[in-house]
């Protein structure tokens, strides 16, 4: 499977936040998207996952259409916010993740196992801190198998062994075959990861 954007342009509230992007990537790619606040990053990750139109250009997947006829059905978007109930316990949250995306990978307590909240899954999503939200919400990743993986600052509020284990799971991932398109101002810790530096002037 490739994802492949060709002189891609996306926009908010009918102005123009970027154009002319282009890139493609293969099984195991990651790609990393920096640049300044307001640069276009979650816009462009929102336009990827079909959260917003594409306002110039295309988009595509090459491959794997038998399994993803789209790349909405093909990704995991993880985005600033959790996107879980926070009265429902974590491991509900992960379970209706599971049903909702399809796929299924790992059980909700196995995922919750790899990013180290074993025996958390009762509680409601509410109680955890804000690196334990950020934890379970990474756990969506794992609940089901999507080849593509879109994430927005992904390790905001995670400490340091939390991003070391994600960092682990990324390059898992791709070690898989998988893609990754995230947005930050962190390092990510992807070994050759590309690079695509967003709102700098030629
Ligand atoms: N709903 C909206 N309506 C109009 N403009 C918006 C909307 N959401 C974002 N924008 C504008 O789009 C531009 C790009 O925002 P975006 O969130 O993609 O930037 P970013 O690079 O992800 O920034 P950050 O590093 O702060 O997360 C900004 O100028 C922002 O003000």
Known sequence: MRLIAENLGGERGGEAVFSGLNFALGKGQALIVTGPNGAGKSTLLRVVAGLLPVAAGRLL???GAEDFPSIASACHYLGHQNAMKTALSVAENLRFWRDFSGADFL??????AMVGLDGIGHLPFGYLSTGQRRRAAIAKLL????PLWL???PTA???KASEERFGELMREHCSEGGIIIAATHLPLGIEGATELRMGEVD
């Open 61 to 63: 997947i090459e491959g």
């Open 107 to 112: 059980s909700a307590e196995e995922a919750l």
């Open 143 to 146: 609940v089901s198998r999507r």
């Open 151 to 153: 994430l927005d600052e």
């Open 157 to 159: 509020g995670l400490d």
